[in-house]
């Protein structure tokens, strides 16, 4: 796996095409990887057709690569197969409730993982869009997405018309911890965030939006408190309607 040291996120793509073929081994391989009781909680709608694509891309605020990449892939938690089996075997399923949404979401997002690693020894270029969280709503009514199916991850998929620089990442000691949780000192988040701070595209990052610091970017512009709150609240109702969250009253006056 030495090319998730040269990892990019691909945004532009070329327009030879994906073959069913090629899409269809990576996608059966990666559901060899983990998943809770090999229950397999987890479905993916493949999206090829430019009608469904325009339809898909409002969901993800219209970002262009929705509509020009060949695949647009998306992975959802899906515990309807699951609770249908067992009515179809004579047992009563139980899987409409939060924790069968986290199990479910963390099986998917698992396969997706292993999907991108797959795609990136064949040289496809992908971008994950974390997207597909914000609105809900409109993916499940595009994609038709029955009760305990909710889309957790978007993935558009061709091959790659760029090479962009590799992103930055932090060093291993700022997010690995030995034995317990070592909280963190201010003099730790300068060792930490000095490489990422100083980069000149991050420097310039903070000129253009007129702001002090980069963590001011991110809390102020990119992910505000308001926005946060207010996504939250469509995803929490978006769970409810489809099966996963019967007692959000409840959950409100914890």
């Known amino acids: 796996m030495k090319h998730l040291l040269t990892r990019r996120t691909i945004r532009k793509y070329t327009q030879e095409p994906v073959s069913d073929e090629l ?37 993800h605020f219209n970002q262009p690569m929705v509509k020009q990449a060949p695949v647009v892939l998306t992975i959802c938690a899906d515990f309807n197969r699951t609770s249908f089996w067992a009515k179809c075997r004579k047992a ?46 409109q993916i499940i009514d595009v994609l038709q997405l029955p009760k305990l199916v909710m889309p957790v991850a978007t993935l558009t998929v061709g091959w790659p018309d760029e090479e962009p620089a590799l992103s930055d990442r932090l060093p291993l000691e700022s997010f690995v911890h030995q034995e317990t949780y070592q909280d ?53 109702q978006t769970l409810e309607r489809q099966g996963f969250l019967p007692h959000t009253i409840l959950l409100q006056k914890i």
């Open 92 to 137: 009563e399923p139980g899987y409409d409730n939060f924790l069968s949404f986290i199990n479910a979401a963390t099986d998917a997002l698992l396969y997706t993982q292993t999907l991108c690693n797959l795609m990136d020894e064949e040289g496809l270029g992908y971008c994950y869009l974390g997207t597909t969280v914000y609105q809900p709503q």
């Open 184 to 236: 963190y000192l201010g003099a730790d988040i300068d060792t930490y965030y000095n490489y990422k701070e100083n980069l000149e595209e991050n420097k310039n990052f903070v000129k253009i939006n007129n702001k002090e610091t980069l963590a001011q970017v991110f809390t102020d512009i990119r992910y505000t408190r308001k926005d946060n709150e207010a996504m939250s609240t469509t995803l929490l």
């Open 23 to 59: 899409l269809n081994r990576l996608m059966n391989e990666a559901a060899r990887t983990q998943t809770m009781g090999n229950l397999q909680l987890y479905s993916v709608v493949v999206t090829r057709s430019d009608d469904m694509k325009a339809k898909l891309a409002p969901a």
